[in-house]
Structure formats: structure tokens, C-alpha cells
């Protein structure tokens, strides 16, 4: 069968996409482009990777892609920008958050629950960097820049950012939810914000931790998370922090625990029952050392390298009753090797560089990117278990998409299964 039509056959009985899109309503007055057409469109162009909305147009003037929507006329870039404008968010949400809900409901994230916890990292990820302000929601910070007369001088850049929630699997990523960073605003913030509607949309016990950096740990963050029900495991840096110094002074009254995880050998220490100021109940901090050999070609020959890693972390009350590897393996799952959905975006979905700049628009696009992405994703490593056999990269599935599109007289109108 058609890879095109098989991805989509799988996609629409398993998670009756055809119905939602063609349920998908947006803030357009009498809209010339029907939405099912438009998000399907913007959908199709997430899957099959275009990266701007021009492509996106070239792509609508043929008949492969007028006959998947069942409409004969092209889409112009205007009319997407336009179309991402009055996008209905709520519902772009509400799609992504059924999607993720089956997916757990069909027990495909199994194989990323450590030691049967569900975690969530929080990232951020940022776009479109540029000295000029483009639109009202751009953040802005000053650096230093050095002029072609060698002359160093402070310029105001503008940005976009984003904090993403992520479920990581040795298997397949994909992202729940994502929330804009405002202008002037803390990162954390928009973090509380973005775990508060998780919690609305997924329900408190869709996932039972989070894991984030060591900026978190400043402020009321921490406690704010544990008032919406999850434990914590975070980076802990700060030295000027009471429980870091006590951890260390503490760490060495026991012998560690140790193990080997790929090729490093691991030695943990855990502190229990420290008291920490902006957490509620007392908190645990795990030392992890790692080594291990890097073999590296010096001058053509190969040597090797003695490496070791220093992490630390703690972890709140909620996981006190988790062994000190279990915090372990969740403090790593943010930078380990499972770690791919960021890459898979940026390298190959274009995730930095939005097509629209423009509020609204912006986040329209990024819910309809990751929705695609988890979708293929979930296609490829999960239902037709083809990356997971080595058998192909992730970039020839996606080469054979593109096949299949030219196979176009093989397909059938897409939302209307
Ligand atoms: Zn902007």
C-alpha cells in the first residue's frame, strides 16, 4: 500500500483524525478556505516537513495535494498566514491533547514510565533572533556586539521563547503541551502556566513527576508544582543553597551505591530528609560520579580519554519512597541519550523557524508541528515498528512519504475518512 495512505489509514483509525479535522473551526468571518482544508493543509505540510508557507503554496497549485484535500484551488501564503492568525488555540489543543490521551490509553508510553512513573521535562526552545521588533508578544534582551571597526557596542535583540512539556521514551518523544514566554517574563512563569493547563487538559495523574534545570529551583517553583500534585527532580547548582552544602557534608557517611549504565560505572550517594525553605516536606539529594573511556584519534591514532560527570539533584517528598536510582534515571532523562524530540524538531521540522511571525499565529503552527511530528513518530516507531528495526532512518520514512505523494492517483481525499 501507499506509505502516504498507510501513515494516514493508521493515523485515522486510531485516533479518528478525519472527524477532528473536520470538526476544526477558527475566528476567520465567512472563510474562503474551508478549515477542514486549511488545518489539514498546515497539517499535511507539518508531516511531510515544508518549511515555509510559500513552499507550502507552491506545494497546493498541484494536483497530488488538491486531491488529498478534495479542493481544487491553491492555498496562498497570505491566506495561511492569515489562517494561523485566527487560529482557534483552545481546539488545536484539544487536538493534540486527545491524541496524547489515546496514545496513553493504547499504552504507548509503557516503555518510558521509570520505575512506573510517567515524567515530564520542561524545556524552552527559542526563535526567529533579530534586532528589529516584529510583533507586540517579542522578548527582548541587550547584547554585545562588535562592530566592523572592531568597536564593541550593546544592542537590543528580540526573540521569541517558548517552555515545552516533553515525555521522553527509549522508543518515541512526543510533546503534550507548549506555552509562549511574555515579555519580561521568567521562564518558571510560564512554566506554572503551561503545568496548570496540563493539568486542566490531561487531569493531575496523566503523569506523576517532572524533571527541569537548576534555574527552576529558584523561587516558589517547586512548591507551586507540588500544589498541583507532582513530585520533582531538579538540577541543583546553586552552592549558595544550604541543602547543597549539607548534602555535600553528608554524602560521605555512607558507602555509595554503584552500577554501570551503558559504558559508564556509576557511584551514588543519596541525602534523605534535608530541610529546604521553598520546598513542602523535606527534600533528597542524590550525588551522582560517572566514568567512563572516550576513545578519541589524536594525530590519526586513537587514544583514550579518561571522562567523568558530577550531577546532583533533588528530588521533592512526593518520590521519597523511589529508590535513589529511580531519581537517578529520571534526573538524566532530560539530557540522556532518550532525549531526542528536540533534536528530531530542530534538525528536521524546522522548529526554530516559524513561517507566520506573528503571536497567534506563531504558537498555531508550533501546536500543528508538534502534533504531526508526535504523529509520524507514533507511525513509524510504534505502530509499523519500522525505525525500531533498523531497518531505515527516520529520513528515508520521511523520503518515502514524499514518494508516496507522487504516487498521488493511489490516494484518497484525506479528511474525508
Ligand atoms: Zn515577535
Not at 511531510?48 to 494536483?63: A, I, N
Not at 512539556?165 to 522508543?171: D, E, F, S, V, Y
Not at 534538525?347 to 523557524?353: G, P, R, T
Amino acid at each position: 500500500m501507499n506509505f502516504l495512505a498507510q501513515f494516514w489509514h493508521a493515523v485515522a483509525k486510531v485516533f479518528n483524525l478525519p472527524r477532528r479535522l473536520r470538526g476544526l473551526t477558527d475566528h476567520r468571518q465567512d472563510p474562503r478556505i474551508p478549515p477542514p482544508v486549511l488545518w489539514t493543509t498546515l497539517l499535511l505540510g507539518a508531516v511531510l516537513r515544508v518549511p515555509s508557507f510559500l513552499q507550502l503554496q507552491k506545494e497546493t497549485t498541484r494536483r497530488r495535494l488538491q486531491r488529498l484535500l478534495a479542493w481544487s484551488r491553491r492555498l496562498s501564503d497570505d491566506a495561511l498566514a492569515y489562517g494561523t492568525e485566527q487560529a482557534d488555540l483552545a481546539e488545536l489543543r484539544g487536538l493534540l491533547v486527545s491524541v496524547n490521551r489515546t496514545l496513553k490509553q493504547n499504552k504507548a508510553f509503557e516503555a518510558a514510565k521509570i520505575n512506573g512513573l510517567l515524567v515530564v521535562a520542561l524545556d524552552a526552545n527559542e526563535q526567529f533572533s533579530s534586532r528589529a521588533r516584529c510583533c507586540a508578544e517579542c522578548c527582548q534582551r541587550q547584547v554585545k556586539v562588535t562592530s566592523a571597526s572592531g568597536a564593541v557596542e550593546e544592542i537590543t535583540e528580540y526573540y521569541h521563547r517558548q517552555v515545552y512539556a516533553q515525555l521522553h521514551g527509549p522508543h518515541f518523544s512526543v510533546i503534550l503541551d507548549l506555552e509562549p514566554i511574555r515579555p519580561g517574563e521568567e521562564e518558571a512563569q510560564a512554566a506554572l502556566r503551561l503545568l496548570g493547563r496540563l493539568r486542566r487538559l490531561y487531569g493531575p495523574r496523566f503523569f506523576a513527576a517532572i524533571t527541569v534545570d537548576a534555574w527552576y529551583t529558584k523561587g516558589p517553583f517547586l512548591l507551586a508544582v507540588q500544589k498541583l500534585g507532582w513530585g520533582v527532580v531538579t538540577v541543583l547548582k546553586q552552592e549558595r543553597f544550604e541543602v547543597y552544602q549539607e548534602s555535600e557534608a553528608l554524602r560521605g557517611e555512607h558507602p555509595p551505591q554503584r552500577w554501570s549504565w551503558e559504558d559508564r560505572s556509576v557511584a551514588a550517594w543519596e541525602v534523605n530528609d534535608l530541610t529546604f525553605t521553598e520546598t513542602r516536606g523535606p527534600v533528597r539529594v542524590v550525588v551522582a560520579e560517572e566514568d567512563w573511556a572516550e576513545v578519541k584519534r589524536v594525530g590519526g591514532r586513537p587514544q583514550v580519554q579518561a571522562k567523568h560527570a558530577a550531577w546532583r539533584w533533588l528530588a521533592t517528598e512526593e518520590l521519597a519512597g523511589y529508590p535513589l536510582q529511580t531519581i537517578w534515571r529520571i534526573g538524566h532523562q532530560r539530557w540522556g541519550v532518550e532525549n531526542h524530540a528536540f533534536n528530531e524538531l530542530t534538525q528536521y521540522y524546522h522548529l526554530e523557524h516559524c513561517p507566520h511571525h506573528e503571536p497567534v499565529a506563531i504558537l498555531a503552527w508550533l501546536l500543528i508541528l508538534v502534533l504531526g511530528f508526535g504523529l509520524f513518530e507514533w507511525f513509524v516507531r510504534i505502530h509499523g515498528k519500522l525505525w525500531r528495526q533498523g531497518e531505515v532512518t527516520l529520513q528515508e520514512l520521511a523520503k518515502r512519504l514524499d514518494r508516496a505523494l507522487e504516487r498521488w492517483e493511489e490516494l484518497e481525499p484525506l479528511w474525508s475518512g
